[in-house]
């Protein structure tokens, strides 16, 4: 069965940086982009970016661009993000998920449970 | 940017009644060449993580119920809640797929019980 595991919850300070892993299974993870969105405390969603774990081609939101990086590891079906120069703003539940395609993007059908990133000094 | 608006901000409807939550976008979102609505909408329960209900606008995901319907073109969209359940309350989001550089949300449609 296909699933999204993602690494456990980070406190990190202001300034700093956080990586988070989201492990694949039960699928052929270099055949389906991969999405990171977040939900701030009541606020709503947000797109944070894609990867192509095939190419390693990726696409981020411009509110993240020169702050983020998406990369992934084939050999062990694995997709990062690393967000830098952390905000108290960036507290927030991080999620990957995995867009469905047949002839056109149909959304994301499969996500990891989540990643609660806190910044805090 | 494309931006996605959804009205109304909050919805509160009786059990068994219908639900209707509009999304439109500040360009059309319909990929002329392959005739299809590139909006998905979401279902976001406290906790968990989003749950796709329609893809193309208007079709609907693998087990979802028959209750939820999706349609519109260009730039309106709607998602229908046919007979209101318990279990729907949530918050429903639309996204567009369009443009590929930025995949934007709606900000959300909280939909309670009267």
């Known amino acids: 069965q296909v699933q999204l595991e993602q690494s456990g919850a980070e406190v990190k300070k202001p300034g700093a940086s956080v990586k988070v892993s989201c492990k694949a299974s039960?699928?052929?993870?270099?055949?389906?982009?991969l999405h990171w969105v977040r939900q701030a405390p009541g606020q709503p969603l947000e797109w944070v970016g894609w990867?192509?774990?095939?190419?390693?081609?990726?696409s981020y939101g411009k509110k993240f661009q020169g702050r983020v990086t998406m990369t992934r590891d084939t050999s062990i079906s694995t997709a990062y993000l690393d967000l830098t120069k952390l905000r108290s703003d960036d507290t927030a539940a991080y999620y990957c998920?995995?867009?469905?395609?047949?002839?056109?993007?149909?959304?994301?059908?499969?996500w990891g449970q989540g990643t609660l990133v806190t910044v805090s000094s | 940017d494309i931006v996605m608006t959804q009205s109304p901000d909050s919805l509160a409807v009786s059990l068994g009644e219908r639900a209707t939550i509009n999304c439109k976008s500040s360009?059309?979102?319909?990929?002329?060449?392959?005739?299809?609505?590139?909006v998905v909408w979401y279902q976001k329960k406290p906790g968990q993580p989003p749950k796709v209900l329609i893809y193309?606008?208007?079709t609907r995901a693998s087990g979802v119920p028959d209750r939820f319907s999706g349609s519109g073109s260009g730039t309106d969209f709607t998602l229908t809640i046919s007979s209101l359940q318990a279990e729907d309350v949530a918050v429903y989001y639309c996204?567009?797929?369009?443009?590929?550089?930025?995949?934007?949300f709606g900000q959300g449609t909280k939909l309670e019980i009267k």
């Open positions: 990867i192509n774990p095939k190419t390693g081609g990726t």
């Open positions: 998920g995995r867009e469905m395609y047949t002839s056109s993007p149909m959304g994301c059908d499969f």
């Open positions: 360009q059309s979102v319909l990929y002329s060449s392959k005739n299809t609505n590139y």
């Open positions: 996204q567009q797929f369009y443009d590929n550089a930025l995949y934007t």
């Open positions: 193309w606008a208007s």
């Open positions: 039960g699928y052929t993870f270099t055949g389906y982009y």
